[in-house]
């Protein structure tokens, strides 16, 4: 017997599901939510609107039917080892990825990778098509899945359909590399809204619409023959609430005196939280550091530096070769600038609880974000969100989406190691006055501007049809 299954008002896609799978201590395997802004903004709209989540599992070679865990409808999409291999370590990580982060690795074009996007967009975009209600609401998230769009509104005519990106999305002369690139337009125009980061991103995307598609334009819109695409700016933020409360727990703040003890108790502490990619500035930094050692501004003691590197990508190659690059870098540093049992930079390539990264973040006297290109970078965010003390000082990149926000950051361009010396060396150096008074001012904005906010402003848009408020 077929069993109609249940539809949903509310739909969102994207490249994984919102949970981990966990053993509990009998062996049996359960669910259980994933860290992660997005998943948090999202849960409560999807519990409200009775949502589906389609997404894949994390694992490859699994068929699972739809199942129900914290309380959300969560549809499977299955992929193959190859299907891994070639649309998410392929096209999406090792073409999309250094494409639309300013070229900073060479992105591969190769058609087979191509190939595999294409199939494996389309089983995304019919499993969205089978477990949308009429007229529902679907919200189709980031690079891996730019063509669901389209294919979804071939599907389901009916459907009201944003997209968000959330990575950046790059200019004319980068994107025109792209083989694809009108069909990678033709499938974002297949939404309603579609949404980035940064003014830049939306605008990049309403003049390559123009260009490649022969579309006219106005403002934030892109006409079609029967109708009209928003594209627009909606920076995404964190959850302000789950930080402050952290930030707030003694037991989180003992650990942060107890780090700083188990540091040496250091003068500055510095540190770096990212995933391991070549986006996020890591050598750039840790070479800034170094340097002050070596032209002697700053002794082994003065200062120390914790760089978490958290695991990712480990079988694309470019990961792979950074990751050694980093190691050597990390322990020449210290070869040369240690003291026995007090290393300069303390590398840790492992993952951390939120309660241990808010304890890192409360023992940070320098918070240190340096990428080459980011969307946004939400450890900026965060570490604004948990310095209530307002003690802490931000040393930002430029080039992370969150620096049109942050303004009041140590501002530094990455490329620039010795401008990034001098404002490291500042940031380390500036008085308790100058500190609360920018942090003060940075996290009026992100207080103001939490990832609830973020969602509720991107479907407030989708779904009346409007721009939002400037
Ligand atoms: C993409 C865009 C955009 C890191 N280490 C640990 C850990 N993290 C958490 C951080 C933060 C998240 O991972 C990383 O977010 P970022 O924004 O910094 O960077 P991407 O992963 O590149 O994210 C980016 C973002 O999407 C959202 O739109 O901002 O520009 O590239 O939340 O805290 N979390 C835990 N342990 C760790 O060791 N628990």
Known sequence: MVIE???????????????????????????????????????????????????????????????????????????????????????????LWPLYHDVIARPIYRRSLWEAYERVNQRFARAAAEAAAEGAVVWVQDYQLQ??????????????????????????????????????????????LVGFQSRDGASNFVRLSRRFCDLKTQGHEVMLDDRTVQADHFPISVDVNELVTLAGDESVQQRAVQIREELGNPASMLLGVDRLDYTKGIQQRLQAFT?????????????????????????????????????????????????????IINYLHTSYSRK????????????????LRD????????????????RGALLLSEFAGAANELQ???????????????????????????????????????????????????LDALESGRSKPE
């Open 5 to 95: 299954s249940k539809k949903s008002e509310f739909v969102v896609v994207a490249n994984r599901l919102p949970v981990d799978r966990v053993t509990d201590e009998d062996g049996e395997a359960t669910w259980r939510r994933s860290p992660g802004g997005l998943v948090t903004a999202i849960v409560p709209v999807m519990q409200r609107r009775e949502g589906a989540w389609v997404g894949w599992v994390g694992s490859p070679d699994e068929e699972l039917e739809p199942f129900e865990a914290e309380g959300m409808s969560l549809v499977p999409v299955s992929l193959s080892s190859r299907d891994v291999e070639l649309y998410y370590e392929g096209f999406s990580n090792a073409t």
């Open 147 to 192: 063509l669901v769009p389209k294919m979804l509104r071939e599907l389901r005519p009916d459907l009201r359909i944003g997209f968000f990106l959330h990575i950046p999305f790059p200019p004319m002369e980068l994107f025109q590399q792209l083989p694809w690139r009108r069909e990678i337009l033709e499938g974002l125009l297949g939404a309603d």
């Open 291 to 343: 340097e002050l050692f070596e032209d002697r501004r700053v002794k082994s003691g003065d200062a120390v530096f914790v760089q978490v590197a958290t695991p990712s990508r480990e079988r694309v190659e470019e990961y792979r070769i950074l990751r050694d690059e980093i190691e050597l870098q990390v322990g020449r540093a210290n070869g040369m600038y240690a003291e026995l049992g007090a290393p």
């Open 356 to 371: 241990e990264l808010v304890a890192l973040y409360l023992a940070a006297d320098v918070m240190v974000v340096t990428p």
């Open 375 to 390: 969307g946004m970078n939400l450890v900026a965010k965060e570490y604004v969100a948990s310095r209530a003390d307002l």
């Open 408 to 458: 009041r950051a140590y501002m530094i361009n990455p490329y620039d190691i010795g401008g990034t010396k001098q404002r490291m060396y500042e940031a380390m150096h500036a008085g308790p006055v100058e500190r609360a008074r920018r942090m003060r001012s940075m996290r009026r904005r992100v207080l103001e501007h939490d990832v609830d906010l973020w969602a509720k402003e991107f």
